[in-house]
C-alpha cells in the first residue's frame, strides 16, 4: 500500500514553454503534499507543501508566481512550471502522507525529470 | 531552520561486511526517516523513527535514534549488492505533517 505516482516521469520542453507534473496517491487520500526538487548529486530541496482546498505553501526562495501548484483533489496534486528556463532543468518529487495517519509518514514519487531546452 | 549532517559521504563495502550511516540534526528531532534512493529514481522508505531510544529493524537494516544527540543510525549487516544506493535521511521541523529537510545522502557501493 501506500503507493504515489508522477506523470510524466521525463520531459524535454523548450524555454519558455510551461510543464505541468502530476502527483497521484493512488491507494490513500492525502490532505497533504510536498514537492521537492533534486539537482544532480544534491539532495532533497522542499519547495512547497500542497493543501487541498487551499492554497500551497511556499518554501523561502521558491517563487509562487512560477511554480504553480493546485492541489484539486485528496488525490491529486499539481505543479506547474511557467515560463521554464535551463536552469529549471531538474529532478522533481512529490510525496504524501496518508491523512489518517498520525505517524507523518510521507510516500514519494518516483519523481520527474524536466529538461529543458 | 533545520540542517542534517550525514557521514560518510560515501562509502565502499565488501559485500557480506557490516557498515554504519550517521545522521546529526542541528536541532531537536521530532521524528527521523531513513530512505534509500537510486539515482535518478524516487525515494524508498525504509524507517521511521520518533521516540529517543527506538530501534528498528527491517531485514538486515537496524535504524536507531539517539534523541539526546540529535543523531540517528543506520546499520546494514552482511552487506548485498541489493542494498547499493543513495541512503538519506530526513527530519520534519515539527511535530506536525511537514516538509522533509534531507541530508545530503550517504552514497554507499557494495563490492562483489
Known amino acids: 500500500g501506500a503507493v504515489v505516482s508522477q506523470h510524466p516521469s521525463w520531459v524535454i520542453c523548450k524555454s519558455g514553454t510551461s510543464v505541468k507534473i502530476e502527483c497521484r496517491s493512488l491507494?490513500?487520500?492525502?490532505?497533504?503534499m510536498f514537492w521537492y526538487r533534486q539537482f544532480p548529486k544534491q539532495s532533497l530541496m522542499l519547495m512547497a507543501t500542497?493543501?487541498?482546498?487551499?492554497?500551497?505553501?511556499?518554501e523561502q526562495g521558491v517563487e509562487k508566481d512560477k511554480f504553480l501548484i493546485n492541489h484539486a483533489s485528496l488525490t491529486l496534486s499539481t505543479l506547474t512550471v511557467t515560463s521554464a528556463h535551463p536552469e529549471d532543468s531538474s529532478f522533481y518529487i512529490c510525496?504524501?502522507?496518508?491523512?489518517?495517519?498520525?505517524?507523518?509518514?510521507?510516500?514519494f514519487g518516483p519523481g520527474t525529470r524536466l529538461t529543458v531546452l | 531552520s533545520q540542517e542534517l549532517e550525514q557521514s560518510p559521504q560515501s562509502l565502499i563495502v565488501q559485500e557480506g561486511k557490516n557498515l554504519t550511516i550517521n545522521c546529526t540534526s542541528s536541532?531537536?528531532?521530532?521524528?527521523l526517516y531513513w530512505y534509500k534512493q537510486k539515482y535518478g529514481e524516487g525515494l524508498i522508505f525504509l524507517m521511521m523513527l520518533q521516540k529517543g531510544g527506538e530501534e528498528k529493524s527491517h531485514e538486515k537494516i537496524t535504524a536507531k535514534l539517539d534523541e539526546k544527540k540529535q543523531q540517528s543510525s543506520l546499520h546494514i549487516t552482511a552487506s548485498q549488492p541489493s542494498h547499493a544506493g543513495i541512503y538519506l535521511c530526513g527530519a520534519a521541523a515539527g511535530g506536525g505533517a511537514d516538509g522533509l529537510t534531507f541530508g545530503k545522502g550517504t552514497h554507499l557501493i557494495i563490492q562483489p
Open positions: 500542497s493543501n487541498e482546498g487551499s492554497k500551497a505553501t511556499y
Open positions: 491507494d490513500f487520500q492525502a490532505t497533504t
Open positions: 510525496s504524501a502522507s496518508p491523512s489518517t495517519s498520525g505517524a507523518d509518514t510521507q510516500y
Open positions: 536541532k531537536t528531532l521530532y521524528g
